[in-house]
């Protein structure tokens, strides 16, 4: 089982750095397709096959599913240890099912199990009680596949720019970090320094309250108009902070999802009625 699992993170970490649409660490879609906008979903499995469910990717070629931050939350061994990986390990062998259609993003807790640092969610330290899952389950080979996990979470692109002027990410860098980001991690090869404090994907991908004139200055150097993130809990499953930015969680019962017609242009408030309650998926 151990081997099986090693290889099939090792096939995801391929499919990821091989995606079609990948151009460093952005995926640049078409405009002839659909985007269907995902925010963090933290082992929450019913949430998750309602996504997949709703995507119906092998009726539909021209859609795509873009998944974020699956790890850290969601069923427990009897130990309390964290089994997140396991909805992980579903979504990888959904990307390689359709691997030109579901897309991959790095988010927080990605590097912090990278980093094997730290990470509080709910009053619980998340990367310890994963980790100690991991090693019951996977026993002597634990090691192994815990090192294959962390290779296929860098793996993963950074973001997602879409022809309608539309750009989704886990997060942005706060106030305090966005004046001398370095805009070239979207282009170049992606190192470890960049997944630890302070380097650019770490604060790309928790960043949290920015301002609106921070939104503005990122709009302005990356060339788009809305901003689509996760990263920021939301108990009713979304909201819009301040002009250009929508932020989505789809790890709770109040969870939701965004398809996005990429030959159409969207205001912020068009975005917003578009956006289905997850709970509402038969």
């Known amino acids: 089982m151990s081997k099986a699992i090693v290889d099939l993170l090792g096939r995801g970490q391929s499919a990821c750095e091989t995606d079609r649409y990948r151009k460093g660490n952005i995926i640049s879609l078409p405009g002839d397709c659909t985007l269907i906008a995902t925010g963090d979903i933290h082992g929450h499995r019913r949430n998750y096959e309602r996504i997949i469910s709703y995507a119906d990717l092998a009726k539909n070629p021209k859609t795509h599913v873009l998944l974020h931050e699956l790890i850290h939350g969601g069923s427990e061994?009897?130990?309390?240890?964290?089994?997140?990986?396991?909805?992980?390990?579903?979504?990888?062998?959904?990307?390689?099912?359709?691997?030109?259609?579901?897309?991959?993003?790095?988010?927080?807790?990605?590097?912090?199990?990278?980093?094997?640092?730290?990470?509080?969610?709910?009053?619980?330290e998340m990367n310890q009680s994963l980790r100690?899952?991991?090693?019951?389950?996977?026993?002597?080979?634990?090691?192994?596949?815990?090192?294959?996990?962390?290779?296929?979470?860098?793996?993963?692109?950074?973001?997602v720019r879409c022809p309608n002027r539309i750009w989704l990410?886990?997060?942005?860098?706060?106030?305090?970090?966005?004046?001398?980001?370095?805009?070239?991690?979207?282009?170049?090869?992606?190192?470890?320094?960049?997944?630890?404090?302070?380097?650019?994907?770490?604060?790309?991908?928790?960043?949290?309250?920015?301002?609106?004139?921070?939104?503005?200055?990122?709009?302005?150097?990356?060339d788009i108009d809305i901003f689509i993130v996760g990263h920021q809990p939301q108990s009713e499953g979304f909201c819009r902070d301040g002009k250009n930015l929508i932020i989505l969680a789809s790890d709770h019962n109040h969870g939701c999802l965004l398809p996005i017609n990429l030959a159409r242009f969207y205001t912020v408030e068009k975005l917003i009625q578009s956006i289905v309650p997850i709970a509402s998926i038969a």
């Open 77 to 124: 061994d009897d130990y309390g240890g964290c089994l997140s990986y396991q909805l992980l390990f579903d979504a990888i062998e959904y990307k390689l099912r359709f691997p030109d259609q579901v897309h991959f993003i790095m988010g927080n807790h990605d590097t912090t199990f990278i980093n094997n640092t730290r990470v509080m969610k709910g009053g619980r």
């Open 132 to 159: 100690a899952a991991m090693d019951r389950q996977f026993g002597d080979d634990s090691r192994q596949v815990k090192l294959a996990m962390r290779q296929f979470l860098f793996s993963q692109p950074l973001a």
């Open 169 to 222: 990410s886990h997060s942005l860098p706060s106030d305090r970090y966005a004046g001398d980001f370095d805009f070239t991690l979207f282009s170049r090869k992606l190192k470890i320094n960049d997944v630890v404090k302070p380097g650019a994907a770490y604060v790309l991908t928790w960043g949290r309250r920015m301002s609106q004139a921070t939104l503005d200055k990122f709009a302005r150097v990356l």
